[in-house]
């Protein structure tokens, strides 16, 4: 099962084998429920779950069924993942294949990052399933980077990691209110949209991050608190089968976190 939990928008997908469906451009507060389960009584019982967390209307149901091999009693141990807790995830995504837990995300502190993990392996319960970390504690200062960003995109020449004139217009903003905050650490991520090889996307999105990183330094803010790294097509936030969609999946995120 896979969430994807942004500012402003909740977004859950769930998948227990094969591709994993990707989201639609969703309403801000609203949850989509996708991917492919082993049978109807499972689908219904997840989805009965997640409305009861989340409130009947935010749930959009993109759920399926396929004939599928899952782990004894996957469909309850699923259901009780499902917990409160992760509603003080942010910017994340919860995977469940098979049994194999992994959850990503921001919380705004080390005790929370602790707590979700502990919920997460006490629900569980049982040796035979991973539960992978990817949680960060997020420092005082986010809603300025986004403030500074401001729907605006980091723009590039197409296909290269050149900045242009537009771009570099952004990140003088942006250089501003980072050199505000000496006490925290950045990291610039770079994405693609879906089109064109994923190793390329990959390579390009780390390229254009790494660029950003060179421009911000020229600016004057410190190498060592910018890190970098390349998602390339896997966090899209918009359907790729649209050019708004693609055009909104290619940009820059910055996030502050912990020095």
Do not use: C
Not at 3 to 29: H, I, Y
Not at 123 to 138: D, F, H, K
Not at 175 to 192: C, L, N, Q, S, W
Not at 203 to 213: E, I, Q, T, W
Request: hydrophobic fraction near 40%.
């Amino acid at each position: 099962m896979r969430f994807l939990l942004r500012a402003g928008t909740l977004a859950a997908m769930l998948a227990l084998a094969g591709p994993v469906v990707q989201a639609q451009s969703v309403a801000p507060g609203k949850v989509v429920v996708a991917g492919d389960v082993p049978d109807e009584s499972t689908r219904q019982a997840i989805l009965a779950r997640v409305r009861e967390l989340y409130g009947p209307d935010r749930v959009i149901d993109q759920l399926g069924v396929r004939s599928l091999a899952a782990p004894p009693n996957w469909a309850q141990h699923v259901q009780r993942v499902l917990h409160p807790d992760l509603k003080n995830v942010t910017r994340g995504q919860l995977d469940i294949r098979g049994n194999v837990v992994e959850i990503r995300g921001e919380v705004t502190s080390d005790a929370q990052r602790q707590q979700v993990l502990s919920q997460l392996r006490s629900q569980l319960s049982n040796p035979t399933y991973t539960v992978r970390n990817g949680l960060r504690v997020t420092a005082a200062g986010q809603e300025q980077l986004d403030a500074a960003l401001a729907n605006r995109i980091v723009e590039f020449e197409p296909g290269s990691a050149t900045l242009t004139a537009t771009g570099q217009q952004v990140l003088n903003d942006l250089a501003g209110v980072i050199k505000r905050m000496p006490d925290r650490r950045f990291e610039i991520i770079g994405h693609t949209d879906a089109q064109g090889a994923r190793l390329s996307n990959l390579a390009l999105s780390a390229a254009r991050a790494d660029a950003v990183k060179s421009y911000l330094t020229a600016q004057g803010v410190p190498a060592a608190l910018l890190g970098t790294s390349g998602a390339g097509p896997d966090r899209p936030v918009a359907s790729n089968d649209t050019a708004e969609g693609r055009a909104r999946n290619r940009r820059i995120e910055v996030r502050a976190i912990s020095q």
